[in-house]
């Protein structure tokens, strides 16, 4: 069994607060072009979008498949997979991701849609693991303790994403990836 860090009343919460805030900061009616870092954002983008045209926000939605961890750590660098065939020029981008740790996925991300000519680069995590360099990060949802969670849309080794709530992982249990 696996110990119950977020509910998903709690979770609800924390997302509504999210698009409440990036709400407010779309107030030029500008379409947000949403781009969700897969696999891990699926339910809570699909959340927060949803909230997000509750609050009056247009959003596209497009995702990119980026890899930096290797079983439960940073492997170090960022592999980006499937871009989105749009144009980005002057589009005012908001990324999502699940989790932050190093910040390493978001901020290569990020420079990576610059370098592309979007306009306003933004991002947005629902977790932060505490004492981290959050300063990538525009909008947080909330900060966790420096634990291994899954759950909504977080894995360990592909398993758990399916779950309604983020749980701790027993940190006994081996590492997929460890040669022990
Ligand atoms: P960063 O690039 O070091 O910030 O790592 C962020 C990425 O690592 C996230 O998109 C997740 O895919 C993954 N990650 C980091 N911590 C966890 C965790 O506790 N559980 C599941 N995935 C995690
Ligand atoms: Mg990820």
């Known amino acids: 069994m696996m110990d119950k860090l977020l509910d998903g009343h ?8 999210l698009a409440r805030q990036i709400a ?23 959340d927060l979008c949803r909230s997000l045209s509750g609050f009056g926000v247009r959003v596209e939605m497009e995702y990119l498949r980026v ?9 170090g660098t960022v592999q980006i997979f499937e871009l989105p065939e749009v144009d980005l020029v002057d589009r005012e981008i908001l990324l999502v991701d ?3 740790d190093t ?11 610059r370098e592309r000519g979007a306009g306003r680069v933004r991002t947005c995590v629902l977790l932060s693991k505490e004492g981290r360099d959050a300063a990538v990060v525009d909008y947080l949802g909330t900060t966790i303790p420096d634990v291994f969670v ?18 701790i992982v027993n940190q006994d249990k081996p590492d997929a990836t460890s040669c022990a």
Not at 103 to 113: D, I, Q, Y
Not at 150 to 167: F, S
């Open 103 to 113: 910040g390493l996925t978001l901020r290569e991300v990020a420079r990576f849609f």
């Open 98 to 100: 699940d989790i932050l």
């Open 67 to 75: 890899k930096s961890y290797l079983g439960r750590r940073s492997s």
């Open 150 to 167: 899954v759950g909504y849309g977080m894995d360990d080794a592909e398993q758990y994403r399916e779950l309604p709530y983020i749980g």
């Open 10 to 17: 709690q979770i609800e919460q924390i997302v509504e607060h």
């Open 24 to 46: 407010a900061d779309q107030a030029n009616g500008q379409p947000l072009m949403v781009v969700g870092l897969l696999k891990g954002c699926l339910p809570f983008m699909a």
